[in-house]
């Protein structure tokens, strides 16, 4: 009789154990429940700026003026659509031939930001991708005939002939680096490699300058550059 005591109270005592433990287990749970509902709340909305190298290059180059407008729009937390908006007229010096290009180009895509922000942090190291349109006049200024000799020089001819309506369209990869450097203002930095998918030719001439795209080569392809500075217009926090 005595054992069977001894055996209940073993019973109710480890009872007792298991139902303390698993009571302090629900009290862990619910403080770190209540730990993980605590959430940061980081601004949503759109961001305008302008490419400033464009206005550097132009005060050390003559031959050579643009502006543009850059802007995107938050969709997700590392997802965003972007889109730059701008105008170019450049003077392309060959050693028989100088024309002049100028247009207005539109470029639309996104950006990926692939780093991890700490917290109450929006800087960004992005990947993205661009379709580009642009629609520009060419204009042969001027020619030298190549006659390939030194009895009689060929003169260099003014002719002025300018072909309009013409276009390119290309394809472009963009990785980047954005940093807000105080609250909603940033300043960015990215390269881009871009494809060239088309473009319209003068009659009896080349296109060698596509604004937004740049320079023409034979390898239908080249490379850009950016720095921008930028104002982020929030308009709500997620």
């Not at 502006?67 to 170019?88: H, M, P, Q, T």
């Not at 349109?133 to 204009?139: D, L, M, V, Y």
């Not at 740049?214 to 720095?227: A, D, L, P, V, W």
């Amino acid at each position: 009789m005595q054992h069977m005591y001894k055996y209940i109270i073993s019973i109710f005592f480890l009872l007792f154990v298991v139902d303390s433990f698993s009571q302090e287990q629900k009290k862990d749970t619910l403080i770190n429940t209540k730990k993980d509902s605590i959430v940061y709340k980081t601004n949503y909305g759109i961001r305008v700026g302008a490419d400033i190298s464009k206005y550097v290059l132009a005060q050390f180059n003559d031959s050579y003026s643009g502006l543009e407008i850059v802007g995107d729009y938050r969709v997700s937390k590392n997802f965003y659509v972007a889109a730059e908006l701008g105008y170019e007229k450049e003077t392309t010096k060959e050693d028989y031939t100088n024309s002049t290009s100028k247009g207005n180009y539109l470029k639309l895509g996104f950006n990926y930001n692939a780093y991890e922000n700490w917290l109450d942090m929006n800087n960004e190291i992005f990947i993205g991708f661009r379709y580009g349109f642009s629609a520009f006049e060419q204009t042969l200024n001027s020619y030298t005939p190549n006659v390939n000799t030194v009895y009689f020089p060929a003169d260099e001819i003014t002719i002025a002939d300018t072909t309009t309506g013409l276009n390119a369209h290309w394809s472009e990869f963009v990785i980047g680096l954005k940093v807000e450097i105080f609250n909603n203002f940033f300043a960015s930095f990215s390269g881009s490699y871009k494809i060239l998918m088309s473009v319209s030719e003068p009659n009896n001439f080349k296109t060698l300058y596509s604004p937004g795209f740049n320079r023409i080569f034979e390898s239908n392809t080249g490379f850009g550059f950016n720095y921008t500075l930028s104002y982020l217009i929030p308009f709500s926090k997620k």
